[in-house]
């Protein structure tokens, strides 16, 4: 039997990041501006020391419209 890789799978080790960033309260909330649409975005970062200088590591964003609207859930 194979094993099918999901997105969900994917993004595993990025959400297992952004839980220990939360745990250990480096995290924030930024807005940025989307490049193709200029649309102004929520995006979850990690907070990332490198070489003394603080670095934001985008992890996820917000939906700005309804999330119920723009989605199909998986079966």
Known sequence: M???????TGHKNNFETLQRAIKSGQVCLMDCVEKATSEH???ICAINMVNGEYQMVPMARFFNGN???ELIPPN
């Open 2 to 8: 194979s094993t099918k890789k999901t997105i969900v």
């Open 67 to 69: 999330p119920y609207k």
């Open 41 to 43: 975005v929520a995006v």
